[in-house]
C-alpha cells in the first residue's frame, strides 16, 4: 500500500493536486477517482459488503424488491444501471462503491464525522484510466471510440441491447432491471474494475462531482483488486491533529454538508458542526 503523511496544509494541497497535468491537452485534468475516510484503518468496502454474512446471496433479491417498491418512474427502473445508481443513492446496499472526481470533497468526508477526529483520516486516490486498462476488450474499444475516460449509464446501456436474463432466463436486457449475470461474464477471466458516472438525478449527485466503482463480483475486495495492480493508487494519510485545520478551511470554501447535501437534513448537519466545541 503506497501511503503519504501529510503534515502541513499545503503539503497536503501538493498532493492532492500531484498527476493533474495533462500534457496532451495542457491542461490540469486529472484522471483521478477520490474517497475520503474518516479513519485510515478502513477498508474499501461496498454497501452491500457490509451486511456482512452471506450478503452476495442477498444482492438479486434487493434489487429486484426495490424495483418492486420504489416509486419511481417506471420507465429509469427498466434500465438497470439507471435502477442501480438509484438504489445506491437511496441507500440500498449495493455492489457500487461511491467515489469523487473532486480531491476537496473526499477531504470533506475525510474530515466531517466529529467523532472520528482523533483517529487518522485517509484519502484514497485511483487512477482510473489505469483501471480501465485492465477492462475485456469490448468495453476498452467502446472508452476509446467514444473518446471518453469513464463509463456513463448510457454508454453501458448501450453496450448489451440484448442477452441473459436474470441468472438463466432469457429476455432483453433492457427489460430485466435487476439483472447482474452479462456483466459478471465479463470479468470471468479477468475480474476488473470499472469506473462509471451516475446520471444527475438531483443536486446531491451534482455538487459532490460523484461516480461510481463496480466489479464483476460481488464479493471481490477492492482492496485486493488494488494492491494486486500496482500503480493504480495512492493514499494520503491525515493526522487527527489537522482535521480541524483542514475542515475550517474546507468551511471557509464552502465545502460543507450544507453544498454537498441539500436540504434540511445537509443544513442541519453543517449547523451542528459548526456549532460544536473543538474537542481535540
Excluded at 235 to 255: F, G, S, T, V, Y
Aim: proline share 5%.
Amino acid at each position: 500500500m503506497t501511503d503519504t503523511v501529510v503534515n502541513s496544509w499545503n503539503e497536503l494541497q501538493n498532493e492532492l493536486f500531484i498527476g493533474s497535468w495533462n500534457d496532451s491537452i495542457q491542461r490540469y485534468r486529472s484522471p483521478f477517482a477520490f474517497r475520503g475516510l474518516p479513519d485510515s484503518s478502513y477498508r474499501l468496502k461496498t454497501s452491500l459488503q457490509r451486511l456482512e454474512g452471506p450478503y452476495w446471496q442477498l444482492e438479486r433479491h434487493l434489487l429486484r424488491n426495490f424495483r418492486k417498491y420504489a416509486q419511481i418512474d417506471a420507465r429509469e427502473l427498466g434500465l438497470f444501471w439507471h435502477l442501480l445508481s438509484i438504489a445506491q443513492h437511496h441507500g440500498l446496499p449495493t455492489r457500487l462503491l461511491d467515489w469523487t472526481y473532486s480531491p476537496y470533497i473526499a477531504l470533506h468526508f475525510a474530515t466531517a464525522n466529529l467523532d472520528k477526529f482523533d483517529s487518522e483520516g485517509v484519502i484514497w486516490i485511483v487512477d482510473y484510466e489505469k483501471c480501465h486498462e485492465h477492462l475485456p476488450e469490448k468495453l476498452q474499444h467502446m472508452l476509446t471510440s467514444e473518446g471518453a475516460q469513464a463509463f456513463t449509464v448510457e454508454l453501458l446501456h448501450s453496450l448489451q441491447p440484448h442477452g441473459d436474463g436474470i441468472y438463466g432466463e432469457e429476455a432483453s436486457f433492457q427489460e430485466i432491471a435487476e439483472t447482474l449475470t452479462r456483466f459478471d461474464l465479463l470479468g470471468a477471466e479477468e475480474e476488473f474494475l470499472l469506473f462509471f458516472e451516475p446520471p444527475s438525478i438531483n443536486e446531491r449527485i451534482i455538487n459532490q462531482f460523484a461516480l461510481f466503482s463496480i466489479a464483476p463480483n460481488p464479493q471481490r475486495s477492492i482492496d485486493e483488486w488494488l494492491e494486486q495492480n500496482p500503480g493504480v493508487y495512492r493514499r494520503i494519510c491525515i493526522p487527527a491533529e489537522m482535521k480541524w485545520e483542514c475542515r475550517d478551511k474546507l468551511d471557509q470554501c464552502n465545502i460543507s454538508e450544507r453544498v454537498l447535501f441539500p436540504g434540511l437534513d445537509g443544513l442541519c448537519s453543517w449547523l451542528k458542526r459548526q456549532y460544536s466545541p473543538k474537542t481535540v
